[in-house]
């Protein structure tokens, strides 16, 4: 990516090694699931079946393969695909002696992939990260055979959220933004950002009302997390998340932000 690229300034992945690496170690079992990866094996009772082929989209090192593999031990196989390659390169390590596990580098606006070729769809905290999602949802539903299952932030309301990294803070780790930086040009429009979008309910509807075969389009809350664990009491100091999510009646929250999560469901119609 090249940084004065004014259409990539969201894209922070690319350098974000420390990133990989805690999702890494989620993959090889050396940190703790996610709550959201077994959330989502949860959420696959009754839709996955022996030989399933599950793609999941924006999969980072595979980490909720981990969740899948623990909860259904019957064979079924599983296609990572992260725009960022040593994310992809990570996984590949991760899970190299799983003979039904592949990996490759792919976008999520143009996958190389043809159209129904998998029975289930996963993409799991990455819609609200990116600056629009009519076509990375019209690229997952086309891939889709059977039934696609998305994790974003979802409400009764859409908010356009960007977080804005402090001086001396630095959501790329080659990009040391010193106080001599500007945060906001002289239009006020930030330097750099994270996207943090909140979409409402509605707004997914009207994604979806135009793509061919949708059926029990279905949106709810995801509130399958304990409480307890956010804590980083267990982590090694080295390897501790600075911005730990906290839980405030009954919601997540990252920094200032209640983070309404919910999975998005939509089943292909049999012909
Ligand atoms: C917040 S992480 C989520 C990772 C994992 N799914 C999880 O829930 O922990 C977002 C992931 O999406 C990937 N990503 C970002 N933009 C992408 C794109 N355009 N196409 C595919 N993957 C993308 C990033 O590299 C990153 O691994």
Redesign the pocket.
Known sequence: MSKNNINDIW?V?ESSVQYGEM?YNRAIGQAPE?E?SKAVAKALVGIIQPGSRVLD????AG??LRSLRKQYKFQFSYFG????MP?IELAKKAFEHDADALFQV????NLSLTDQSFDIVLC???LL??PSIVQPIRELWRVTGSTLLIRSMVGENSFRIQQIPEWEQNIQEDTKISEKDPLFDENGEALRFHYFNIYSSAYIEWCFQNLRGVENLHIWPDQDFSNDAFSTDDWPEYDKPKNITKVIAGLQVNGYILEPWAFIRADRRRI
């Open positions: 894209r992945w999702l996610m959201s989209v924006g999969c980072g980490h909720y695909i992260d725009a960022t994310y792919d976008d999520i606006y799991n905290n990455l990260h990116l």
